[in-house]
């Protein structure tokens, strides 16, 4: 989600254009404010990904989203005013223009009547808010739907979201809600995302950090590729602390992963700081380093193809890694090109 002033369109674009660089495949925006909403027509136009609003509080923004062109519309019917009433018109007007809406639940805008009801934000007060929500939908003939039951708390989380999936056939759209500083927002974003899409549920995902949203979307990647489910991009596999260890494979792995950063082609580079995992690391993976006694075989494909200094071991993975992708044909970054002689630098 961007975190810039919907109606500063410029500064939109611009944080939606960096994210989308960063892997992002749908983006939403904030739409509190008429200039927000009158915003919307050119920033849908101009994103490069689909642009979903997302509404709370007056519901003549979610029909400013639906003319604007937006891709979807999200609306949280327990903080949008005299939400049930406008649902017959909301419909109407998305069912003509084609425009999905997502009911958004969360836990910390949780609707009043269930909050009394059930004490608290439980799992199966989150699912029965979004499927009420939905029933008054359905009952207009609307059912280009997607639902989200959020919570802080990824075991509530996940609970609620196999209790929705037991109870509808509709697209779900995980999030662990406010999940903290980026840190721990990763560890529960992962438990909880990790659970849910390994049992096949869930069709989209959104990270909550209290950090930027590209970081956000590096997360998000990172888990769906960990799952298999999105094309692995670089993969750096590189030894824990251990006593074994015979060079300074911390510095090593962040040196490795600084120069390949961005990298074009899938890889997956080994990177070893001794002789008893290091070799069948590295012959596991695309390319890779097993060191020791001040040294580092280089491994390509499986076959050691020469040893060099410590010192030299970041230039020349490097290079290997840039003569793999030339002879795939992909397109090297300005920054890598050129990069295949004994001449490199990453200091």
């Known amino acids: 989600m961007t975190t810039t002033l919907t109606a500063d369109v410029n500064a939109t674009l611009q944080q939606i254009a960096e994210l989308t660089a960063a892997g992002c495949q749908i983006v939403r925006v904030a739409v509190p404010s008429q200039d927000d909403a009158d915003a919307l027509p050119m920033i849908a136009k101009k994103s490069q990904i689909p642009v979903i609003a997302d509404i709370h509080f007056q519901p003549k923004y979610v029909f400013a989203a639906i003319d604007a062109g937006c891709a979807a519309v999200r609306v949280n019917p327990g903080n949008i005013k005299k939400f049930d009433d406008k649902v017959a018109e909301i419909a109407r007007a998305a069912q003509d223009a084609g425009t999905p809406i997502r009911i958004g639940v969360n836990a910390g805008s949780l609707d ?7 004490g608290k934000a439980t799992p199966e007060a989150l699912v029965e808010s979004a499927l009420w929500e939905c029933s008054l939908f359905e009952e207009h003939g609307f059912r280009d739907i997607k639902i989200s039951v959020k919570h802080n708390d990824p075991v509530v989380m996940i609970k609620a979201y196999r209790l929705l999936a037991e109870r509808c056939d509709y697209p779900l759209h995980l999030g662990v809600t406010e999940a903290g500083p980026a840190f721990q927002g990763t560890i529960k974003s992962s438990v909880a995302f990790g659970a849910l899409l390994a049992e096949g549920i869930g069709d989209t995902i959104r990270v909550s950090l209290s950090a930027p949203p590209v970081e956000e979307v590096k997360v998000g990647g990172q888990i769906l590729e960990s799952l298999g489910l999105r094309e692995r991009g670089l993969e750096i596999v590189s030894c824990p602390s251990c006593g074994r260890a015979q060079v300074d494979v911390y510095t090593l792995a962040e040196q490795v992963h600084a120069a390949l950063d961005g990298f074009p082609v899938p ?10 995992n290091g070799p069948g690391e590295a012959r596991e993976a695309d390319l890779g380093v097993a060191s020791g006694n001040g040294k580092g075989q280089i491994f390509v494909k499986g076959e050691v193809i020469k040893t060099v200094p410590e010192s030299q071991i970041v230039e020349v993975l490097v290079e290997e890694a840039v003569r793999l992708a030339d002879e795939m044909g992909a397109e090297l970054p300005e920054e890598l090109q050129g990069l295949t002689g004994p001449t490199v630098s990453v200091s």
Do not use: E, F, S
Request: one cysteine or more.
């Open 112 to 118: 009043p009547r269930l909050l009394q009801k059930y």
């Open 267 to 276: 890889l997956r580079v080994a990177v070893m700081g001794c002789v008893v």
